[in-house]
């Protein structure tokens, strides 16, 4: 299993903006396919946004299209999730994935227990 480690969930108002940080330990997260997912209370956890290991594709959920955007730094060893104009239904526990020797795909789909997963970090879009 990858260690990854998710920070910078809050509390932020509807229409604000929010970065969630995902840091990797033991392994260059620029070869790993990257994913974020998210889980609000009683829901399934879906694909937020995803990079492919090939560092050339990333995708998003239609319901953040526009919204958030995907990053990765290599100097860090981080990936990060910029939240703009969130809503209330944004809320929720945001989790890094990553998969090694992914192939270009890109981590978006139904989430797997085979993925290394970090614990997460809370996200709250309320007034």
């Known amino acids: 299993q990858l260690q990854l480690a998710e920070s910078g969930g809050s509390l932020v108002q509807p229409g604000g903006s929010l970065r969630v940080s995902c840091a990797a330990s033991g392994f260059t997260l620029d070869s790993a396919a990257i994913g974020w997912f998210r889980q609000a209370p009683g829901k399934e956890r879906e694909g937020v946004s995803c990079i492919n290991d090939n560092l050339d594709y990333t995708d998003y959920a239609d319901s953040v299209k526009g919204r958030f955007t995907i990053s990765r730094d290599t100097v860090k060893n981080a990936v990060y999730l910029q939240m703009n104009s969130l809503k209330v239904e944004d809320t929720g526990i945001y989790y890094c994935?990553?998969?090694?020797?992914?192939?270009?795909?890109?981590?978006?789909?139904?989430?797997?227990?085979?993925?290394?997963w970090g614990q997460g970090t809370q996200v709250t879009v309320s007034t």
């Open positions: 994935t990553a998969v090694r020797k992914a192939y270009g795909r890109c981590l978006l789909g139904a989430p797997r227990d085979d993925w290394s």
